[in-house]
């Protein structure tokens, strides 16, 4: 499609539970970048893909998330125990590979509330 | 490491005037600065883009400046309206087109009537 797609648009989790977000970049951008936004509009980089390859996961707290591109699939963003601290909103955003490749496209986000 | 900082929380400004935002950033100049819109409940739009080696670019009513002296991004809305009030988002990115975007806090801007 010609826009990011996120799901769903909001999560409710109680805290220990697991979430799963998903994003479906545009059709024919080869990155994919999520982001975490919380409390006054910090933006906090989690992970990128190039394809189904992750490109950068510096930004991911790795004991309890985890991420995939997977072909012909929408890409998915999983917590496991999630923690009151995790709610914010996720945005995901693509990219292409040429062109103005430096643009990030991004999707309306997922808000995640743990309770 | 590389931070961007964007000191004005919110600006209000009357409507036909020029809203001036102002980011900076630190450490070495990063290859590129762009310049994001995010509206309440939505994800950040992009307006513009400026290179380290360019000084100015302008698109419509939008300017945005970088000065590598002062290690600073000016960006500027000309004959404001009350539809520019949102969060505007300075970011800077890596050496390549891949690279994760290091955002700013945003400024918010209301352009009243």
């Known amino acids: 499609g010609e826009e990011v797609a996120q799901t769903p648009k909001h999560l409710v989790r109680g805290e220990g539970q697991k979430a799963k977000l998903y994003c479906a970049p545009i059709?024919?951008?080869?990155?994919v970048f999520w982001y975490q936004q919380v409390l006054k509009n910090e933006f906090k980089f989690l992970i990128s893909f190039q394809n189904e390859n992750v490109f950068d996961e510096t930004g991911m707290p790795k004991e309890r998330f985890s991420a995939k591109c997977l072909p012909n699939s929408p890409c998915s963003l999983e917590i496991q125990a999630t923690k009151l601290e995790d709610s914010a909103v996720y945005f995901c955003?693509?990219?292409?590979?040429?062109?103005?490749?430096?643009?990030?496209?991004f999707g309306p986000g997922t808000r995640l509330l743990v309770l | 490491s590389q931070k961007i900082e964007q000191n004005s929380e919110a600006l209000n400004i009357q409507e036909g005037k020029t809203a001036t935002l102002t980011c900076n950033y630190t450490?070495?100049?990063?290859?590129?600065l762009q310049w994001y819109r995010q509206d309440p409940g939505r994800g950040p739009v992009f307006l513009l883009l400026?290179?380290?080696?360019?000084k100015e670019k302008r698109k419509e009513r939008l300017k945005v400046t970088f000065d590598t002296t002062l290690k600073q991004s000016l960006f500027h809305i000309t004959a404001s309206q009350p539809a520019d009030s949102a969060t505007y988002l300075c970011a800077r990115g890596g050496g390549t087109g891949r690279r994760a975007l290091t955002f700013g806090s945003g400024t918010r801007l209301q352009v009243q009537p």
């Open positions: 059709k024919g951008h080869s990155y």
């Open positions: 955003a693509s990219s292409p590979i040429d062109g103005d490749q430096e643009t990030q496209y």
């Open positions: 450490n070495y100049s990063p290859a590129y």
């Open positions: 400026i290179r380290e080696n360019e």
